[in-house]
């Protein structure tokens, strides 16, 4: 049973940084692309960052040169780095994987606050 677990969040001002963390198990973790989503108040669900199993990267366009996606394959862990934070960023964080083995696992979300 695939399990993810998100941490990391909480209330950060404006130009501030936090690091989200997402343990996983359950999966052969190095093989498999790993994403963090956001979910904003009355506004549906994006794909912020993704990393593949070969490290290769993806952004939104909103968090491109901010948001640095990272992984430690010994950990089973993803991290999201965000920096430069802006009340726009303000969501729910939630890990995400499985798209290339046709599953889709979440992880229950943590919440970012950005405000001063």
């Known amino acids: 049973q695939v399990q993810l677990v998100e941490s990391g969040g909480g209330l950060v001002q404006p130009g501030g940084s936090l690091r989200l963390s997402c343990a996983a198990s359950?999966?052969?973790?190095?093989?498999?692309?790993m994403d963090w989503y956001r979910q904003a108040p009355g506004k549906e669900r994006e794909l912020v960052a993704a990393?593949?199993?070969?490290?290769?990267?993806t952004y939104a366009d909103s968090v491109k040169g901010r948001f640095t996606i990272s992984r430690d394959n010994a950990k089973n862990t993803v991290y999201l780095q965000m920096n430069s934070l802006k009340p726009e960023d303000t969501a729910v964080y939630y890990c995400?994987?499985?798209?290339?083995?046709?599953?889709?696992?979440w992880g229950k979300g943590t919440l970012v606050t950005v405000s001063s």
């Open positions: 359950g999966i052969m973790f190095s093989n498999y692309v």
């Open positions: 995400h994987t499985g798209r290339s083995y046709g599953i889709s696992a």
């Open positions: 990393i593949t199993s070969g490290r290769s990267t």
